[in-house]
Every structure is written in structure tokens, then in C-alpha cells.
């Protein structure tokens, strides 16, 4: 029996399949946040960092990942940095999955290509992140 359970196991597993689970906020529709950080909150015991941006459509609030990531990754925004980014649309925020400051050029992956944070390793927590 227990045979039997792991072979239909196996058989429906969508690694075997060749498709890889994706996190739930997959699910959200992607946009892109243009404009001009008026706030930055990035300070360690301050809940999930974020940054407040000016678009033409409004302020977005940014979610960024974890304060470790962003302080290995050397990611240091200012306000008044112009950023351009790509997100999962929330009901009245966006989380990042990738940042980038074109003054500085400074490129910041967030999410592998499924949705699953780098800074955990992506969808493989504790390896490294495939480029």
C-alpha cells in the first residue's frame, strides 16, 4: 500500500512534471512603478522595508524583502532617487521583484523568474539563486 501511495505520488508531482510550483503571489497581475522615492523606510526592526514612490498615476508603496538581503546586496535609496521597478500588484501596494535606480545604475532582483524571494535562496531555500 504504501508503495502504491508513493508511486501516484511521484507520478503527480509537478517536479516531475516539469513544472515548477509557484508561490501564491504569483498569482497577482505584474506592473511597473516609474517615478521618484519620497520616502524610504529600510531600518531594522521596522517590519518589511518599503519605499514610498511618486508615479504620474500617484504614490506606490513599494515592498522591498528582507532588511538582511537589502543590506548584503549593498541597496541603499535615497528619496529624490529616481527608480524604475516591476511588482506583483497588491490591493493598495506592490511587492518587488526587481528594483533599479538608473543614477546609480544599481540593479536589485527581489524574486527569482516563479516568484519565490531570493533572499531565501528562491524556490530552493538556502541555495544559491539561479541567474
Known sequence: MKNWLLAMFLISSPVWAGDEPKPPIADNP?????GT??????AMGQGMPF????????????????????????????????????????????????????TTKKVLRLRDDNGWPLW????????EPRQ
Open 51 to 102: 519605499l514610498e514612490v511618486n508615479t504620474s498615476k500617484g504614490v506606490v508603496k513599494l515592498y522591498l524583502g528582507s532588511m538582511r538581503y537589502l543590506v548584503q546586496e549593498n541597496f541603499t535609496p535615497k528619496a529624490g532617487d529616481l527608480l524604475e521597478a516591476k511588482g506583483y500588484k497588491m490591493a493598495d501596494s506592490v511587492v518587488a521583484i526587481r528594483v533599479e535606480l538608473p
Open 37 to 42: 522615492i519620497t520616502r524610504v523606510q529600510l
Open 120 to 127: 531565501m535562496g528562491g524556490r530552493r531555500q538556502g541555495a
Open 30 to 34: 505584474t506592473v511597473e512603478v516609474r
